[in-house]
């Protein structure tokens, strides 16, 4: 995959290195995020698509097989019972490119980490 190969200034330009496929399942993610967490600022970190507030939020990135899901190891404990359809460690979910995102189950995460994050 390309992202791998260049630096990043944008999500933007991270989205744009993938086939259109991926850049949509990428979009929605980042439609997703954003809904969920309007005040967070978008950014690139460890050449990753990042939400921040009050620090990293939420990360992303897109995989030959999955879209990786960043939300901390906190945001992952707090859900696992729903994660359980999908693979996931401590700090990482694969949500798989030939299934739909769930896309619900991501603003809650998201909205979790943002009340954490506010908490801090």
Known sequence: MPAQEKKFATIDEYINTFPEDVQLLLQDLRQAI?????????????????FKLHGNLVHFAAYKKHIGFYPAPSGI????????????????????????IP??????????????????
């Open 34 to 50: 954003r809904d969920a967490a309007p005040q967070a600022e978008e950014a690139i970190s460890y050449q990753m698509p990042t």
């Open 77 to 100: 404990e707090a859900f696992k019972e729903d994660l359980a359809p999908y693979q996931f460690s401590k700090g990482a979910i694969q949500f798989p490119i030939a299934e739909p």
């Open 103 to 120: 896309h619900d189950l991501v603003r809650k995460i998201v909205q979790f980490r943002v009340r954490e994050q506010l908490n801090k």
